[in-house]
């Protein structure tokens, strides 16, 4: 459950982006702001602070009341959604702390999640502050850390559900993953986590939108001044158009990383659910890169970058099944829950 509203979460903050929506609330105030505005004097406070951010001055000007209060329930929707999640691991860990049905020892893994809410939400707000000050633009180093943090998030919860559901079958069920097809589900996990990365650099730059043309960019496979517009080189890397390109390319380095993992899950007869979510990665992967091409040709339209970035998040969370298995083959004694 927790895991869903994180993946809503997610896919809320990407509509909330895509709707240019994430300025609208110029504050953090995480007891107060559960409630939104409720009388017209309160949303009159409340739109007159925002008339004085960048966004309104220098983009929004003119904007009405109710046009306002459309992108202020995008985004306080997208911070209660945190909340609730947040809430839904304290509450019943609390609970069963009280009736003694966890040990202080056995709670910790659930306390560090919600440890990893509270840094979430604090880094959505420092990520929401650096656009509030000169120009109406959130950093893309912040955007792309708050992104990673909540997959990260993500990572822990569904590796903590796998041990339960682990723990309560048989052990001999699956068929082992062997050291080979080990060792590719972490480079491919690294590779996804690096693409990830770069989609969130590409949505923070808004570099999706300089080029509509695949595969090449500006009639060029290979765009001119890629590695020369800035100094050194390198920054050029993570800047609009080198972040643009590398998330293009990047994407066929994943997925040739998981027909190597497929395949050799199949090559050794690896059976369970890491066989089945290696097979739908490939699916995944397949379906996210056709996505991608169309996001690029079509202007980034709202709903399939929406697609795009929910079926990254799928891709994640099957790698993830894949690697929890292999590593509980070979660590029965190191997992968080028993």
């Not at 020892?105 to 990893?116: D, F, I, S, T």
């Not at 912040?142 to 997959?151: D, E, P």
């Not at 559901?165 to 996990?189: C, F, G, N, Q, S």
């Not at 001119?224 to 890397?237: D, F, V």
């Amino acid at each position: 459950m927790v895991a869903f509203l994180i993946v809503l979460i997610v896919l809320v903050g990407g509509f909330v982006r895509l709707s240019r929506a994430g300025l609208s609330i110029v504050e953090w105030d995480l007891v107060t702001g559960i409630v939104p505005p409720i009388s017209e004097a309160a949303w009159q406070d409340s739109f007159a602070e925002y008339q004085q951010s960048p966004e309104y001055q220098l983009i929004n000007e003119g904007m009405t009341l109710s046009e306002y209060q459309r992108i202020f329930y995008y985004e306080w929707g997208h911070r209660l959604l945190g909340r609730i999640a947040g809430f839904l691991v304290i509450a019943p860990l609390a609970w069963f702390m009280w009736r003694r049905r966890l040990t202080f020892a056995e709670a910790l893994p659930y306390w560090g999640v919600v440890a990893m809410f509270g840094i979430q939400g604090a880094l959505g707000w420092i990520m929401v502050s650096s656009g509030l000050r000169d120009r109406p633009l959130v950093s893309h180093f912040r955007l792309t850390i708050h992104l990673l943090a909540a997959v990260l998030l993500l990572g822990v919860v569904v590796w903590m559900a796998l041990d339960r559901i682990r723990a309560a079958r048989a052990p001999d069920d699956e068929a082992p993953v062997t050291a080979t097809a080990y060792r590719l589900t972490w480079i491919l996990m690294g590779t996804l986590v690096l693409q990830l990365a770069y989609g969130g650099l590409v949505a923070g730059l808004k570099a999706g939108y300089l080029s509509d043309t695949w595969p090449g960019m500006f009639g060029q496979l290979v765009p001119g001044g890629l590695l020369s517009r800035y100094e050194p080189w390198w920054r050029n890397l993570y800047e609009a158009l080198g972040s643009h390109w590398v998330h293009r390319w990047l994407a066929f380095v994943v997925a040739a990383f998981a027909v190597a993992v497929f395949a050799r899950i199949v090559r050794d007869r690896t059976q369970g659910r890491a066989r089945n979510a290696s097979l739908w990665l490939l699916v995944a992967v397949a379906g996210q890169i056709i996505l991608g091409i169309y996001v690029v040709l079509l202007g980034v339209p709202k709903w399939i970058a929406l697609a795009h970035q929910g079926l990254a998040i799928v891709m994640f969370c099957l790698l993830v099944v894949i690697a929890h298995q292999a590593y509980a083959e070979r660590h029965p004694r190191r997992m968080v829950l028993r």
